[in-house]
């Protein structure tokens, strides 16, 4: 996967999950002591901001707090296209730019989105609200599940269709704005936050547009000069425009409008704050959601599951064979049972940045298979070992049982039924990935039963 947040890893969702592991001071193959390890595969999409542990079956509250500012203008005709988006995996923030049903949000809040095999495609749980007597939102609802009709990666925007329960039900939408906004310019975000509570509010003022705010982004996250020339650099290499901005955003409050004072949408939230004293929030640019929609495709396009963990765990590499070169990397919530494994086959040159201690690099560690345990049990190969995970195999309605394929042809995902064994050294093209794999076999079983049997 690309995009340019792919190196950035800031407040995604971490959970602790008591589910029962193969574990000891056995390694996997036949898991020694691990050493801390960064996993940063140039397949891995990770990103600013993230989604909020709110999840479907939760009722969550609207906000009590009056918005101040230009939000005061623009609340009532703007807060009812805001939706909070949702899956199991948590939610984020969406919004409605037409009377029949579009959403527009990120790409990294539908990322995990279920496929559903009536519908044949991906959908999100939509949770929408109305405005009470006195002009404030209230009573969310659950409005059913939207299609994932379109995404983009780089530009980290997703579109999603949401069907009327009637021919005459006509939604509530905001529209785009026909003009950008000025330096200093007034701006107000509408979203539905982790920390807080649906349709919170807050004002401020545009402070930076363009390309060149990579370099203050990266600054600003960058925990090493190597890391703020990385994601400087992967900024600049996207060539997507953005928008800065000095809101308090936090996640879940990815993928919402950002307005200017006529209640028109400029941008579209990319849910970061800074760590320190100042924040710096960050929004997709007007210019960039236009260029979106206007390649929106005529039948909802498919998406595959992340092959590789996304929830933030630590991570921790492994040496099997004690060559000083990492083989395997488990991913833990602290002190907690294995929840992900990644494992590089003995198919290519041993390469410096593998060594014990050292992060992966864009063209350095990228494994060949994967397993995770949330939000269902999924496994996934590179079977043709050519640096590029091809096949996944899924448990979509966490039932114990994989039922779900998703096969990669050319640059399009394919997905049909799976019955079989998920982990197994057949799935491999190659003999010599055969047999390498096969070593693997027994201990990554044992793993993912304990997965299924919680």
């Not at 995604?12 to 801390?36: H, Q």
Request: charged share 25%; hydrophobic share 40%; glycine share 10%.
């Amino acid at each position: 996967m690309s995009g340019f947040y792919r190196f950035l890893v800031i407040g995604t969702l971490c959970l602790t999950v008591g589910i029962p592991c193969y574990s000891g001071d056995k390694s996997l193959k036949g898991i020694s002591t691990p050493a801390p390890f960064t996993l940063r595969p140039s397949n891995v999409f990770l990103r600013i901001g993230g989604v909020a542990k709110t999840a479907v079956g939760e009722q969550p509250a609207a906000t009590n707090v009056h918005p101040r500012g230009i939000g005061v203008d623009i609340y009532e005709a703007a807060a009812p296209a805001v939706v909070m988006v949702r899956n199991d995996s948590g939610s984020g923030t969406g919004f409605l730019i037409s009377e029949d049903g579009w959403i527009v949000t990120n790409h990294h809040v539908v990322d995990g989105a279920v496929y559903d095999p009536k519908r044949k495609a991906n959908t999100m749980n939509i949770l929408r609200g109305k405005l009470d007597e006195e002009g404030w939102m209230d009573s969310p609802y659950d409005a059913g599940n939207a299609v994932v009709w379109a995404f983009d990666e780089k530009r980290d925007l997703a579109l999603l269709k949401l069907e009327p329960k009637s021919p005459a039900e006509k939604f509530p939408y905001v529209r785009l704005s026909t003009t950008l906004p000025r330096p200093g310019e007034g701006c107000v975000a509408i979203g539905c936050p982790g920390i807080g509570r649906m349709w919170s509010v807050r004002s401020g003022d545009v402070t930076g547009a363009g390309r060149e705010i990579a370099r203050q982004v990266a600054m600003r996250v960058g925990r090493s000069d190597a890391d703020r020339k990385l994601i400087e650099q992967q900024m600049l290499d996207s060539e997507a425009k953005m928008f800065q901005t000095n809101l308090d955003i936090h996640p879940g409050d990815s993928g919402g409008p950002l307005l200017n004072s006529d209640g028109e949408v400029i941008g579209v939230t990319v849910a970061y704050r800074d760590a320190g004293a100042t924040s710096l929030s960050l929004h997709v640019h007007l210019e960039e959601l236009k260029t979106f929609l206007d390649q929106k495709p005529k039948t909802a396009v498919m998406m595959a599951p992340s092959p590789l963990d996304t929830n933030g765990l630590s991570q921790y590499g492994q040496d099997e064979n004690e060559d000083g070169v990492i083989d395997a990397v488990i991913g833990k919530a602290e002190d907690g049972p294995i929840l992900s494994v990644a494992i590089r086959l003995n198919l290519a040159p041993k390469i410096e940045i593998n060594k014990l201690g050292d992060d992966a690099s864009e063209d350095g560690w990228i494994p060949h298979f994967s397993m995770y345990a949330i939000p269902t049990v999924t496994v996934a190969y590179d079977s043709d070992t050519n640096g590029t995970f091809d096949l996944i195999l899924r448990d979509e309605d966490s039932d114990g049982v994989f039922d779900t394929k998703y096969t990669l042809v050319g640059t399009s995902w394919n997905v049909s039924p799976f019955q079989g064994q998920a982990i197994s050294e057949k799935l491999f093209d190659l003999v010599a990935a055969e047999k390498d794999f096969a070593g693997w076999v027994e201990g990554l079983r044992q793993i993912k039963d304990a997965w299924i049997a919680d």
